[in-house]
């Protein structure tokens, strides 16, 4: 089983940064992909982006290339999201997510096919 504890959420202004951390365990991770998902209010969940956890190639929605980072820290079991240039269409529920990926696979699968496994969320709010 995976376990997927997010934090770092809050309240921040437009055009400022925040960051977010996933705690993952419960198994080997090699051949996973984490990411991202976030889910504004009355809105499907959609995806931010992943990270294929060996070797470290990521894939990002569109609406957040070149503002937000995916990173992970492999020794730790940690998972991050670098937010930067928040704009108020950012405020959300993220979730911390995982997806089997194996070495066939593009890390496009979490964006195509959603994930496997969920953590509870953690609210981000941009103030305009």
């Known amino acids: 089983q995976v376990q997927l504890v997010e934090s770092g959420g809050g309240v921040v202004q437009a055009g400022g940064s925040l960051s977010l951390s996933c705690a993952v365990s419960?198994?080997?991770?090699?051949?996973?992909?984490m990411g991202w998902f976030r889910q504004a209010p009355e809105k499907e969940r959609e995806f931010v982006a992943a990270i294929r956890w060996s070797g470290g190639s990521t894939d990002y929605a569109d609406s957040v290339k070149g503002r937000f980072t995916i990173s992970r820290d492999t020794a730790k079991n940690m998972l991050y999201l670098q937010m930067n240039s928040l704009k108020s269409e950012d405020t959300a529920v993220y979730y911390c997510?995982?997806?089997?990926?194996?070495?066939?696979?593009?890390?496009?699968?979490?964006?195509?096919?959603?994930?496997?496994?969920w953590g509870q969320g953690t609210q981000v709010t941009v103030s305009s």
């Open positions: 419960g198994r080997t991770f090699s051949y996973y992909a």
């Open positions: 997510a995982a997806v089997p990926l194996s070495n066939f696979m593009s890390v496009a699968t979490m964006r195509l096919r959603g994930a496997d496994y």
